[in-house]
């Protein structure tokens, strides 16, 4: 029992997202797994930029960049090079990972504002040069032909592998996310987060952690993005490297609680279920952007630890439960 | 040849100077209170729409309506300033960031369901001037003089004035500032709406010569990123010189290649300003 508590921060994050993965599952219905596959989505993205973020104190706002490389590159596998859906992933996540690596040993060095513009700037760079590239289909991208689905047994099912590809990939950030956060690795990365140079003083070699912790949290966007492009069956410039998307995942992680396991996670599906409620409104339809603006400033304003770090704020009990 | 690229070069003079000037509001901003405002590409598209209702809805001389979108847009920066970042000045730039962000978000989505995101143009004509090879429409002349007045009027300001010297101070040690008897939290919130009336009146500029949506601040702001970087973030007349810089690549770089290429250039020297020269080009004096 006592080892089963001392972890109970990861059980009830990983059997969260199993419990809401296995969901379209039980019911077979199309519909709920859509619906799922955002809030899914989300959770491994927000997860990933979490370990950059929340950890090491970085502010990436170009994060989606990863999403967007690995997107193409997974979609030139599979379109160009005919791989399978599964190389194709695993190679979106590698290019995603390179791309971090030789980043991250150039703009790491920048701090706070400075950085943040710089990954603006990557993403903005990245698009337009794309939007040139002829292998990739320049400004139009590029488009699969219909008859790839048959290779895994017709389109429905196809939809249901990039499903469970999504729920494990999920997974797997989750568990890395916490991983990090219990180890070594992550205590340096925290350290960094508090104070760089003292961090430096006491022998963490900031450079190396911070790049690590870069590319770590590049990998699974890569990924997530090559089976998102596969399901959507055409990637283009803009719909690859959509600035806005990297900052709602900023809003998610802020909203559950940056620097923790579970808050990417609710924030996530928060954010997902309040977009869906807004934009079916009649009423909010128009403005909803307006209402999700005025939930963040709210939220920045007065609950700067977001849902998860307020709990924690709570008391002692829920901070040995909620990690 | 040689006509085309003078040509080119005068226009993107022009249109850089007004860059510049957008610019200027960002940058001020960031030196006084190290914060980015996100919410500068929609306050841009406001100016616009200021400039253009004042003229199509109260039939306002376009220059009249800019003098209007200059307050309003000073008052508005008060107001963002009280409202969404004074809570947030100290804590880390993630704060500032999303604060400013979701003051973005506020103003997209009101405009959006008010205006649509239809084109509209401000249908003004000041005829155009010829030398030799090169024509200038008088509208985008006039916006880059007056860009430049501005550019001036602001330069005085904070080395002639008591209130231009206090945001200097506060730019400066906002700590030290407060103890030597200068309001600080005002001189903030001055400064934000200075550096957001800037932004407007650069929209409402930009609004006389080029067609726009209410969505079209974000390609400006991102322009004014650039531009920022590029004369050193916090240095207001350098960001002048950087829209220049910016506005000549745009002007001759389509003369060689294609257009398209213009932001890859951009953004290519951004991150290499960023990482080599992160003072900027001009040094990073105040």
Redesign the interface.
Known sequence: MKPLLRHAGIWIAVLLVLAVGLYPAASRSPITRETIFTVLLSVGLASSLNIL?GYT?Y?S?GHIVFFGLGGYVGFYALDVLGWHLAAATLVGGLAAGLLALLLGL??L??R???F???T???N??M???V??FEPFGG?VGMELHFAIYQDYGGAGQALWMVYWGTVLIALAAVGVSFLVKRSRFGLSLMAIREDEDAAEVMGVVAPQAKTWAYVLSAIFPGMLGALFFFKQGIVEPGSAFRLHLS?EL??MV?LGG?GTVLGPILGAAAYQRLRGLLLTSAFFK?????????L??LI??FI?AGAVGWLRGRAAVLRRILE | MLGQLLASLTDGLLIGIVYGLAAMGLTLIFGVMNVINLAHGPIIALGMFGVYLGYTVLGLNPFVGLLLVGVLGLLLGVVIYTVAVHRVINAPHLSSLLATFSVNMIIIGVGTSIFSTSFRNVDFNLGSLSLGPVTVPGTRLAAALLALLVTAALYLFLRRTRPGKYVRAVANNRTAAGLMGIPATRVLALSFGIGTALAAVAGGLIAMSLPFTILSGGAYELKSFVIVVLGGLGNPIGALAGGVVLGLIEGIVPVFMQTTWVPVLEFVLFVLILLLRPQGLFGAQR
């Open positions: 973020l104190g502010v706002f150039s703009i060095r920048l706070g504002a400075y943040a513009l710089a603006i700037g990557i903005e760079a698009k337009a040069f939007s040139n400004p900052i900023l809003v802020m940056q128009n403005i909803q952007l307006a209402v999700a603006g005025l963040l400033l920045v304003l700067p």
